[in-house]
Nanobody, 122 residues
Framework: QVQLAESGGGLVQAGGSLRLSCAVSGQSFSNYAVGWFRRSPGKEREFVAAINRSGGTTSDSVKGRFTISRDNAENTIYLQMNSLKPEDTAVYYC?????????????????WGQGTQVTVSS
């Protein structure tokens, strides 16, 4: 059973930065993909970023501000978020899929963390 645990959320002012962590246990992700999604109140879960052994990708809404990275030795995925905006306020989830690709739809991911709240004040 794969388990994921997010951390690093919090309250930050617009323009600030946060780094989210996703610790993966029960399965090495070296050959698979891990993604970050977010959900704002009243909205659908939105793709943010994903990473596999070849590299990472981000959504257009966060491109140039967010960076996804991985530490294979620690089995941890990071999401560095810079230049945060109030519209980035959401619960952020990491998710794991047993595929080498980087899907952008939530349904492609088999395991999910509990989420971490990010609040950006204006």
């Amino acid at each position: 059973q794969v388990q994921l645990a997010e951390s690093g959320g919090g309250l930050v002012q617009a323009g600030g930065s946060l780094r989210l962590s996703c610790a993966v246990s029960g399965q090495s992700f070296s050959n698979y993909a891990v993604g970050w999604f977010r959900r704002s109140p009243g909205k659908e879960r939105e793709f943010v970023a994903a990473i596999n052994r070849s590299g990472g990708t981000t959504s257009d809404s966060v491109k140039g501000r967010f960076t996804i990275s991985r530490d294979n030795a620690e089995n941890t995925i990071y999401l560095q978020m810079n230049s945060l905006k109030p519209e980035d306020t959401a619960v952020y989830y990491c998710a794991f899929t047993r595929t080498k690709y980087m899907p952008r739809v939530p349904g492609a991911y088999e395991f999910w963390g509990q989420g971490t709240q990010v609040t950006v004040s204006s």
